[in-house]
Structure formats: structure tokens, C-alpha cells
């Protein structure tokens, strides 16, 4: 504890305001088809100017170019050969070029190229939730419990080739009186490898590096309300951490030691809205959020209202009905990634 930089909540505000740390954000419209047609946009990574976009709720990994045109799509579910009843998570390799699929069953990780060529199989021995993948290691978030048993470690260290569980580490949650089924499911990614494997352990808000067999990084001590706890989708930049907690977007400021919590997101100036729903990226230096198309059709009705009760438009509103104006309700999510000034 002594070693880890210990961040402290200095204020809760309404927004994050984009000019304020981040470039001109680039927006991607995702491409809209039977076979691409995302629901809930879970992780997004990119690799060789392509982006891999993870669908938990449709079982789906989607490829894109950088504009957004689909590529390639991956719905392997059945019982038959190389075929699984879900994914838990994936992770793309960009050493080897290839994209590394997490199973919830059967227990195995499936290994592909970019184009989603099947390469090979890993069998693995426990159910595991979440992955990172290194040159030689594959990093994996056990469940928290197993038949009713709370399980004893957080992370196995599995080998690259054999799948071989090498050791595992790390305790798992302290806290004996938490919802442990709440971590099983839909919250978020504890594990992040945007630039090398680290772990958040959500009941005590501590970030762990894998690397250094599961060294204390950071710790959060949390505001004294509930909706502030959590550490999920994050992402660490050069001077920044970015994370989601259980009703904001969290910025740790590391070289001024301090944590703030924006209620409503990243204020996007040029289209004077909001975009809280930021997702796991292996981003380096910034973050990627995603905007559904229900909401920006909501929201443009809004201010269509608003324009013919008053007759009256700033250039915010007017940016955004410019940006929502094809927009329908059958499409596909839209990708902001930010990258710091």
C-alpha cells in the first residue's frame, strides 16, 4: 500500500468539457447491415486501421475499416466444431495479427487473423470472464465464484501455446458481504492491456499491474456515496485515467494527484452534447464513447421542438442536426474517439 499512488474524489461535476483535454474528436458511423447490426457496443480495438467492435448482448465481433464500412463479421454459436454458446471477451494481438476469442462455453480460447481464418484452439480448465494477451502470456479474470465457491485468485497467468496455467494471482474480492454476481455480468472490463495488463479489483477500487506479479498501482479512496464506486472500462494515458464508476465518467489527473467524477460525460462542444458511455479500448492516449442512434433521434426531437417553439438555434444545436440528420432508429451505433491534445 505503501507503494501505490493513492487518488482521493476532489469534486463530482456536471461535465467534462472535450476542448479541455482532448483534439477535435473523430466520428465514425458504423455501417449498418443484417449481419453487422450491433445492440450494445461492449469493447473497441484497433489494429492495422481496423476496428474491432465486441457485441455481448448479440454474441458478435464486428470488423470495420476507419470509416466505419463493414469488413468482417464473426457469429460462430452452436454446438458444432469451432463453434461456442457465447463470447465472455476477446483481445486482438497486434504482434501476431491475431484476434484471441475468450468462450463462455466451451472452456476454450479461439484464435483467428485479422480476416477471422480460424489459426488454433486453447482449452482452458475454469471459466474465465475476461482476457489480455501479451508476446507469451495470456492474462485471464477468473469468475468470482465457481459451484457456490468463492474462487481463491483473481488472475491465472496461462502460456501462450499450451494454455498451461503457469500460476495464478492476486486475492480475489475481500469484501465477504458483496453481490459477487454483480462482477459476473455486464458491468464493465476490470482488465485492460491499452498498454500493458493491469486489473482493477472493484470491491476495494485498487488497480493492479500484472506484470509485476500483480503489483498494487493505485488506489481510489471513494466519495461517500455509493453511485461512485467502481472502476470499469478504463483506459490509462499519459497523464490521465479514465474510467467508468457505477453512474460517471472518472479522470485521475496523476500529476496534480487529483480525481474528478463528470456526471453526464464528455461535453462535445461542437455538437452541444453529451457522451458518457464509454467503452474498454486499447486506446493509448484518449478514449473512444459510443452514441446510440435512439438517443441521438431523441435528442434531435428535442431540439426540433425547441427551434419551432422559439425560432431560435445556436450553432451547438444546429452542428447536431447536421450530425444526426440520416441518422435512423435500426442504426448502428456511432464511435467519438478522443485523443488527448
Not at 167 to 176: A, C, E, G, Q, R
Not at 207 to 225: D, M, R
Not at 283 to 296: K, R, S, T
Not at 309 to 325: E, H
Request: net charge negative.
Amino acid at each position: 500500500m505503501s507503494k501505490a499512488k493513492n487518488f482521493k474524489y476532489a469534486d463530482v461535476r456536471e461535465y467534462l468539457v472535450d476542448t479541455i483535454l482532448f483534439r477535435e474528436p473523430q466520428i465514425i458511423y458504423l455501417e449498418t447491415s443484417i449481419e453487422s447490426l450491433l445492440k450494445t457496443v461492449s469493447k473497441v480495438l484497433v489494429a492495422d486501421n481496423e476496428i474491432f467492435v465486441f457485441d455481448n448482448e448479440t454474441r458478435k465481433i464486428c470488423k470495420f475499416d476507419m470509416y466505419g464500412k463493414i469488413q468482417k463479421v464473426l457469429h460462430n454459436i452452436g454446438k458444432g466444431p469451432r463453434e461456442y454458446r457465447g463470447i465472455a471477451d476477446f483481445a486482438v494481438d497486434t504482434i501476431n495479427k491475431e484476434v484471441l476469442v475468450l468462450c463462455e462455453f466451451p472452456y476454450k480460447i479461439y484464435i483467428y487473423d485479422y480476416d477471422f481464418n480460424f489459426v488454433k484452439e486453447i482449452r482452458t480448465q475454469i471459466l474465465y470472464l475476461e482476457l489480455a494477451v501479451t508476446e507469451d502470456r495470456i492474462y485471464c479474470r477468473r469468475a468470482p465464484f465457481n459451484d457456490g465457491q468463492v474462487n481463491a485468485f483473481h488472475v491465472d497467468v496461462l502460456d501462450r501455446s499450451s494454455g498451461r496455467i503457469e500460476k495464478s494471482i492476486l486475492p480475489v474480492f475481500t469484501d465477504k458481504n458483496i453481490d459477487y454476481s454483480k462482477f459476473t455480468i455486464g458491468i464493465g472490463n476490470l482488465l485492460t492491456n491499452n498498454r500493458r495488463p493491469m486489473i482493477a479489483v472493484p470491491d476495494r477500487n485498487y488497480i493492479y499491474s500484472l506484470y509485476e506479479e500483480g503489483e498494487l498501482e493505485y488506489t481510489v479512496n471513494k466519495l461517500g456515496f455509493d453511485d461512485m464506486t467502481g472502476i470499469y472500462n478504463w483506459t490509462e494515458a499519459d497523464d490521465y485515467i479514465f474510467y467508468k464508476n457505477d453512474h460517471a465518467l472518472a479522470v485521475i489527473y496523476k500529476e496534480e494527484k487529483k480525481l474528478y467524477a463528470y456526471k453526464y460525460g464528455v461535453f462535445n462542444s461542437a455538437l452541444n452534447t453529451t457522451t458518457n458511455r464509454m467503452v474498454t479500448s486499447n486506446h493509448e492516449n484518449g478514449l473512444v464513447c459510443v452514441m446510440y442512434a435512439d438517443h441521438a433521434i431523441k435528442l434531435r426531437e428535442k431540439i426540433n421542438e425547441y427551434v419551432e417553439g422559439n425560432g431560435k438555434i445556436n450553432d451547438g444545436n444546429r452542428n447536431f442536426l447536421n450530425f444526426s440528420a440520416a441518422i435512423q432508429e435500426e442504426d448502428n451505433p456511432i464511435l467519438f474517439f478522443y485523443l488527448m491534445k
